[in-house]
Each structure stands twice: as C-alpha cells, then as structure tokens.
C-alpha cells in the first residue's frame, strides 16, 4: 500500500518561498498522476497543483498560478512543490495525493505566511 509522507513547510514571511517534498512508497507512484491539496483553519481542503505521471503537464488553481511549481521525480519517489512570493492567504496544512484521493492522507506539512 502506498505511504505519502509530506515535508518542508514551515513559518515564513510574505513574499518568501518554502519548497515542500512529497515521498511516496509503493510502486504505483511513478504511474500515477499526483496533486498538491491545501487546507486553511475552518475551510475545506483543496486541490492546488496537480502533475502527470511523467511530468510534462501541470495544471494550477487561480489562486497559485503563477507562484507556484509542481514537479516529480519517479527515480527517487518523490514529488515537490515550490512555493514562492507566498502570500498569508497561503498559509494551511499541506498533503499530497493523487488528484482524486485515492491513497490514505498523510500527515501533512504546516506552512504559515505572516504578514
């Protein structure tokens, strides 16, 4: 069964970037299409970036577009994030799955933005 373990985040100031990791055991990974998701205090989570199982196509939610970059590495089972001119809005626990959540949630990786 795949394990998802998410790291990187932490307390940075507007205007920062933070690069999160996404590891995943298992064997499905590299065939697999991935996602980065998000959820701020008392809001839903949501889907913000999501990756082809080879790499060549992303797609973004308005809200990052522009910010943020996704991108993978199937040699080392791991997927990235890298965040930058982060905004407080931005601050939430983030997860990484496949964009219909078909693996068990990891922990998640805090990032918080102050202003």
């Known amino acids: 069964q795949v394990q998802l373990v998410e790291s990187g985040g932490g307390l940075v100031q507007a205007g920062g970037s933070l690069r999160l990791s996404c590891a995943a055991s298992?064997?499905?990974?590299?065939?697999?299409?991935m996602g980065w998701f998000r959820q701020a205090p008392g809001k839903e989570r949501e889907l913000v970036a999501t990756?082809?199982?080879?790499?060549?196509?992303?797609i973004y939610a308005d809200s990052v577009k522009g910010r943020f970059t996704i991108s993978r590495d199937n040699a080392k089972n791991t997927m990235y994030l890298q965040m930058n001119s982060l905004k407080p809005e931005d601050t939430a626990v983030y997860y990484c799955?496949?964009?219909?959540?078909?693996?068990?949630w990891g922990q998640g990786t805090q990032v918080t933005v102050s202003s």
């Open positions: 799955n496949t964009p219909r959540a078909t693996i068990s």
């Open positions: 298992g064997r499905t990974f590299s065939s697999s299409a």
């Open positions: 990756i082809n199982w080879i790499g060549n196509s992303r």
